[in-house]
């Protein structure tokens, strides 16, 4: 066997084995490339080190150390609290305020991974608190900071685009925008209702007052059936802002600004942040580090890591060259997609965007295949995938679920992904591509 069919397949045996034995995915992948890479392709250990994702491992300690505080000293729950009354206790609204929330981040330039890394704390506390399912939440948060990713000024639609001209193709911006915003509303829609929507939807047709009442009192004592207490939202149930509290969401605050309007790191600003609060609050800060998701970190570093050196060394570079030899356009479009959903739920999506456009000029200049409808199925095809716990926005949804529930929302968010690494590559042919090539 080539390393190339080598190394694809001691990746399946790496899921496989972790999906039978207890053992971290992350661990067995780093041995993975550590034995593929210096016995198979022949490279030095540096070399495949070199694949670690630094930068996600500081995004997730980051924001998952900031959070972590957050809640020790009760800022989350202050923020919990508002947004019940802001939504007048609809709790079913939440998934989709914050699906909208970051989606508006991304449309007007900000990153995927520093939208999601600002929400996603906020939005599975919600969903601790007030029973809401954490897979559904998370799925919703990653869905909306994809589709604002492709507006013309968000970061995928101008790196789509920009390969597009540069590749002398034609494109349409809005086509790009709508059909990624419509794929990734009608994902969340689908999670919404299947992942239990329409309980919270039962729920919301108590009157908004007692909903909020009930909530509030649910949310301070654990206890929804409490005894009766004053429905006014103002409850002093509710918690209040002291200088702790008031400090912090000044740091989020810095945390937001910085990330999204002067592009800093958000991963060393949340790291930033949580210490300058720990040197200011001690005492809040005990037991932080613990809460770290470590072992999320070990795992989709691990994971990121080998994909990585599949990609260096050319292994999916193989793949792409060998679709394009593909003699049937329609066949070649089906396959690069596909390609392009099964690397990303792994890897960068801004990088497979970047690298499989030019794989399909070849057949695109036939013109035997529509380029607006197979470059916008790539492009849908090589995002949604982003809730995949592997991928940075997946990640960042696992590492700020609920302790109790993080093993739980992991493996839910992997079958979404894989799910989607299937369903959405051969739905955007059928819709997007087949209809071109007919024309």
């Given at each position: 066997m080539?390393?190339?069919?080598?190394?694809?397949?001691?990746?399946?045996?790496?899921?496989?084995?972790?999906?039978?034995?207890?053992?971290?995915?992350?661990?067995l992948?780093?041995?993975?490339?550590?034995?593929v890479?210096?016995?198979?392709?022949?490279?030095?250990?540096s070399?495949?080190?070199g694949?670690?994702?630094?930068?996600?491992?500081?995004?997730?300690?980051?924001?998952?150390?900031?959070?972590?505080l957050?809640?020790?000293?009760?800022?989350?729950?202050?923020?919990?609290?508002?947004?019940v009354?802001?939504?007048?206790?609809?709790?079913a609204?939440?998934?989709?305020?914050?699906?909208?929330?970051?989606?508006?981040?991304?449309?007007?330039?900000?990153?995927s991974?520093a939208?999601?890394?600002i929400?996603?704390?906020?939005a599975?506390?919600?969903?601790?608190?007030?029973?809401?399912?954490?897979?559904?939440?998370?799925?919703?948060?990653?869905?909306?900071?994809?589709?604002g990713?492709?507006?013309?000024?968000?970061?995928f639609?101008?790196?789509?685009?920009?390969?597009?001209d540069?590749?002398?193709?034609?494109?349409?911006?809005?086509?790009?925008?709508?059909?990624?915003m419509?794929?990734?509303?009608l994902?969340s829609?689908?999670?919404?209702?299947?992942l239990g929507?329409?309980?919270?939807?039962?729920?919301?047709?108590?009157?908004?007052?007692?909903?909020?009442?009930?909530?509030?009192?649910t949310?301070?004592?654990g206890?929804a059936?409490?005894s009766?207490?004053?429905?006014d939202?103002?409850?002093?149930?509710?918690?209040?802002?002291d200088?702790?509290?008031?400090?912090?969401?000044?740091?989020?605050?810095?945390l937001?600004?910085?990330a999204?309007?002067?592009?800093l790191d958000?991963?060393?600003?949340?790291?930033?942040?949580?210490?300058?609060?720990?040197?200011?609050?001690?005492?809040a800060?005990r037991?932080?580090?613990d809460?770290?998701?470590?072992g999320?970190v070990?795992?989709?570093?691990?994971?990121?890591?080998y994909?990585?050196?599949?990609?260096?060394?050319?292994?999916v570079?193989?793949?792409g060259d060998g679709?394009?030899?593909?003699?049937?356009p329609?066949?070649?479009?089906?396959?690069i997609?596909?390609?392009g959903?099964v690397?990303?739920?792994?890897a960068s999506?801004t990088?497979?965007?970047?690298?499989l456009?030019?794989?399909a000029?070849?057949?695109?200049?036939?013109?035997?295949?529509?380029?607006?409808?197979?470059?916008?199925?790539?492009a849908?095809?090589s995002?949604?995938?982003d809730?995949s716990p592997?991928?940075t926005?997946?990640?960042?949804v696992?590492?700020?679920?609920?302790?109790?529930?993080?093993?739980n929302?992991f493996k839910r968010?992997?079958?979404?992904?894989?799910?989607?690494?299937?369903?959405?590559?051969v739905?955007?042919w059928?819709i997007?591509?087949?209809p071109?090539?007919?024309?």
């Amino acid at each position: 066997m080539s390393a190339e069919v080598v190394a694809l397949v001691v990746l399946v045996l790496v899921f496989l084995i972790a999906t039978v034995r207890s053992i971290n995915m992350g661990a067995l992948a780093l041995v993975a490339a550590f034995v593929v890479g210096t016995a198979v392709f022949g490279v030095e250990v540096s070399d495949v080190l070199g694949g670690f994702p630094a930068n996600l491992f500081v995004i997730l300690v980051g924001v998952t150390y900031l959070f972590a505080l957050a809640r020790n000293n009760g800022t989350v729950d202050w923020i919990v609290h508002r947004a019940v009354v802001a939504v007048r206790g609809r709790v079913a609204l939440m998934p989709w305020v914050m699906f909208v929330v970051c989606a508006a981040i991304t449309a007007i330039g900000a990153a995927s991974p520093a939208a999601v890394a600002i929400v996603a704390p906020v939005a599975m506390g919600f969903a601790a608190r007030y029973r809401i399912n954490p897979v559904m939440m998370g799925l919703m948060v990653v869905q909306g900071a994809t589709g604002g990713s492709f507006s013309p000024i968000g970061i995928f639609g101008a790196i789509t685009n920009g390969v597009v001209d540069k590749s002398h193709l034609p494109g349409n911006p809005a086509v790009l925008f709508f059909s990624a915003m419509g794929a990734c509303a009608l994902i969340s829609l689908v999670g919404f209702l299947t992942l239990g929507g329409t309980k919270l939807l039962q729920r919301d047709r108590e009157t908004p007052k007692q909903q909020v009442a009930t909530l509030t009192r649910t949310g301070a004592s654990g206890s929804a059936g409490d005894s009766a207490a004053d429905p006014d939202p103002a409850d002093d149930a509710l918690p209040r802002l002291d200088a702790q509290r008031s400090l912090t969401l000044v740091g989020l605050l810095v945390l937001a600004v910085g990330a999204l309007v002067f592009d800093l790191d958000i991963g060393f600003l949340a790291l930033a942040v949580a210490v300058a609060l720990t040197l200011i609050f001690p005492s809040a800060a005990r037991g932080t580090v613990d809460k770290i998701s470590w072992g999320t970190v070990l795992l989709v570093g691990g994971i990121v890591t080998y994909v990585s050196l599949l990609e260096d060394q050319g292994t999916v570079k193989w793949l792409g060259d060998g679709v394009a030899h593909v003699g049937a356009p329609l066949v070649a479009a089906f396959l690069i997609c596909l390609i392009g959903a099964v690397v990303s739920a792994f890897a960068s999506t801004t990088g497979i965007l970047g690298a499989l456009i030019p794989l399909a000029v070849p057949f695109l200049q036939t013109g035997q295949v529509g380029a607006v409808g197979l470059v916008t199925a790539l492009a849908i095809s090589s995002s949604v995938v982003d809730c995949s716990p592997f991928s940075t926005n997946g990640a960042l949804v696992v590492a700020n679920a609920d302790v109790s529930e993080r093993d739980n929302v992991f493996k839910r968010l992997m079958t979404w992904g894989m799910t989607i690494m299937v369903v959405a590559p051969v739905l955007c042919w059928v819709i997007l591509v087949v209809p071109g090539s007919l024309s």
